[in-house]
């Protein structure tokens, strides 16, 4: 995702411990029960917590939340007959802090624990440090990759040739650091700063700047659908990026294994029968299946 919330999660991947990064969260006294299927399906209604200003997974456009992950949302939904309840939030220091935030208690400034949070990432090692959640239904595989302008030459070679360029990034995210802080920081006051790292490459189809470190994702989406000329993505992996790579899942309270799983169950069907695919599509991603198998039960 490349958001602050991720970057002890994706470090962890990347093989640093995630004891240090604040992902063993305090087990505090829950303000409402949890809802599992049941309860989901009786009261009408299925609270989908998902990350504001995360195109192309999920924004607010003109009052109604869009994205990859909100049209997953609604899927699921209309499947257990219910309607969806999208709640955007912003991501907080940890990814551990948006599970309590969303999940399993609530945030302190109000907003209303959901049923499921999207786009968490799946790591059995992360996972079985959230003792308040379940974390299932591996939907997508994320890495982070380049977008280029046309006429940069350099767009395939080593990131030391990129000195001179105008580059971007998402500000204080894992792209942001790779690009300020390797190869001897030599690229550091070439670098330009954005709010997201969609908006980092539409920078390079609008002609603000020479290429943008992001995620695939939003890669993919930015090229299809920012304004612009076009711009191309960098065939080749980045060279020193700490992260190869991570799942993306769903995560419910510990409480509603049943919700999760059905959610599963639905998702699974999704992927196999091609609606998954067309969704990413539709926002100019392509689906990359997850690596990982979801746990046993």
């Known amino acids: 995702m ?6 002890g999660a994706l470090i962890g991947f990347a093989g640093t411990s995630l004891a240090g ?10 303000i409402a029960s949890a809802a599992p299927l049941a309860a989901v399906r009786e009261r009408g209604v299925l609270r989908v917590g998902l990350y504001d200003n995360n195109r192309p997974w999920s924004w607010d456009e003109g009052g109604r939340v869009m994205g990859i992950d ?9 499947t257990f007959g219910v309607s969806a309840d999208l709640a955007l939030f912003p991501a907080d220091e940890e990814v551990s802090d948006d599970l309590r935030n969303v999940v ?11 049923d499921v949070m999207m786009h968490v990432p799946f790591d059995r090692t992360f996972a079985a440090q959230q003792d308040q959640v379940a974390i299932l239904a591996p939907y997508y595989h994320e890495s982070f990759g380049a977008a280029c302008a046309p006429g940069m030459t350099e ?7 990129f000195r001179g ?26 670098v330009a700063h954005f709010t997201s790292g969609y908006d980092a490459v539409a920078a390079v189809k609008s002609g603000e700047a020479d290429l943008a470190v992001a995620t695939r994702a939003q890669i993919e989406a930015a090229i299809a659908t920012a304004p ?9 992996p980045l060279p020193a990026m700490l992260s190869p790579g991570w799942d993306v899942g769903i995560a419910v309270d510990e409480a509603s294994r049943t919700l999760g799983f059905a959610m599963e169950e639905e998702m699974d069907a999704m992927m196999a029968d091609g609606r998954m695919k067309t969704i990413f599509a539709a926002h100019g991603v392509a689906w990359r299946p997850a690596q990982a198998a979801a746990p046993a039960a």
């Open 2 to 7: 490349g958001r602050r919330s991720f970057i």
């Open 21 to 30: 990064a604040g992902v063993g969260a305090l087990a505090l006294p829950r």
């Open 70 to 78: 909100a049209d997953i949302a609604r899927a699921v939904a209309q």
């Open 104 to 114: 399993w208690r609530g945030g302190l400034l109000g907003f209303r624990k959901c």
């Open 155 to 161: 767009c395939e070679g080593m990131p030391t040739e």
């Open 165 to 190: 360029r105008r580059l971007a990034a998402e500000l204080d995210s894992i792209p942001d650091f790779y690009l300020i802080g390797s190869f001897g920081g030599i690229l550091r006051k070439d």
């Open 228 to 236: 612009g000329d076009k711009a191309r993505a960098r065939k080749g």
